[in-house]
């Protein structure tokens, strides 16, 4: 029933997606940039919807968790995060990959919508201890496209993957600014 309403809203906004991944995706880790907007989630949403990723979860600050909202996010799939903690979320969420089937989640590389000077390396370390592919997922406001690449495996190069990643998502434009706080053409 939501489908419809994340085509309806899309529509109306002017967006689409555009999704590379081959049927069915199989476990995965959405990598979306860049989050440079509250818009992003509202996004996420509906592409969600659209690209029938009911299996997708998504990490989120623990603040968003709280009350009145709390409910609504983890309906829509959250997981809340202590960033302040030094609590191993990635060990946390290899076990999810390890132990849910179809499991897949959303991860923001950047960790905020605040500039960076570079991406988390999280998402990587989760990648490799589950042996699951990324999916890249761009919201380029540029476009109005929010796209799903297809599945792109982390090699043993740390540094080198995450360069390429940065580079990767530098194409497309953010709603505040690019990935990496990098201005917008």
């Not at 609504?72 to 959250?78: E, I, N, P, T, V």
Request: proline share 6%; hydrophobic share 40%; charged share 20%.
């Amino acid at each position: 029933m939501f489908r419809p309403l994340a085509q309806l809203t899309f529509r109306i906004w002017g967006w689409k997606v555009v999704d590379h991944r081959p049927q069915p995706m199989g476990q995965c880790i959405y990598l979306v940039a860049p989050h440079t907007s509250n818009w992003d989630f509202l996004l996420g949403v509906c592409a969600r919807s659209i690209g029938r990723l009911k299996n997708t979860k998504y990490l989120g600050k623990k603040e968003l968790f709280r009350w009145p909202y709390g409910w609504l996010f983890r309906a829509l799939g959250g997981y809340p995060v202590d960033r302040g903690k030094a609590a191993n979320i990635t060990e946390q969420v290899v076990g999810y990959f390890k132990t849910i089937p179809h499991f897949s989640i959303g991860i923001a590389p950047e960790g905020t919508r605040k500039q960076v000077r570079s991406l988390k390396s999280g998402f990587w370390h989760i990648a490799r201890g589950a042996n699951v592919p990324l999916i890249l997922t761009s919201f380029d406001y540029g476009r109005k496209e929010v796209t799903f690449s297809e599945p792109w495996w982390c090699t043993a190069d740390k540094d080198k993957d995450i360069a390429w990643i940065t580079n990767y998502f530098q194409q497309y434009v953010g709603k505040n600014r690019n990935v990496l706080g990098s201005q917008q053409p």
